[in-house]
């Protein structure tokens, strides 16, 4: 069975896709994102199915595992660092706008 990987860098001139090219930066991200997320899923289904068959885990017992509290803080903060990775570009672009004098406009209230 072939293992999924992330495609490989292309050389030469990238197309541009859409008329901003952050939005093409996004796309990217977003593919590269949802490429390790389908690895990381073929994994976690190869582990379950090793769990199962070589040591009689059922796949009912980790779906129904409730993790100590111990386990649940390192898995929140493992989440909080994740998410500070993943959001420190649009950090660094917010603050970068505003220090430029480019304050973003707030989004037309739907009640008015």
């Given amino acids: 069975m072939s293992e999924m990987r992330p495609p490989e ?20 991200a977003w593919l ?6 389908a690895v990381a899923f ?7 199915r ?3 068959t070589k040591l009689g885990v059922a796949r009912e017992e980790i ?5 100590p509290a111990a386990v649940a ?11 500070q990775r993943l959001l420190r570009p649009f950090r660094e672009f917010r603050a970068a706008a ?4 480019k304050h973003a406009e707030a989004p037309p209230d739907p009640e008015t």
């Fill in 98 to 101: 505003i220090a430029r004098g």
């Fill in 32 to 37: 590269a994102l949802a490429t390790e997320l």
């Fill in 9 to 28: 860098f292309p050389k030469g001139h990238r197309p541009q896709v859409f008329d901003d090219p952050a939005i093409d930066q996004l796309h990217d």
């Fill in 63 to 67: 779906a129904t595992y409730v993790a």
């Fill in 73 to 83: 803080a390192e898995r929140a903060q493992r989440r909080a660092d994740l998410a």
């Fill in 50 to 52: 090793l769990l199962e």
């Fill in 42 to 48: 073929e994994r976690i289904d190869t582990l379950e």
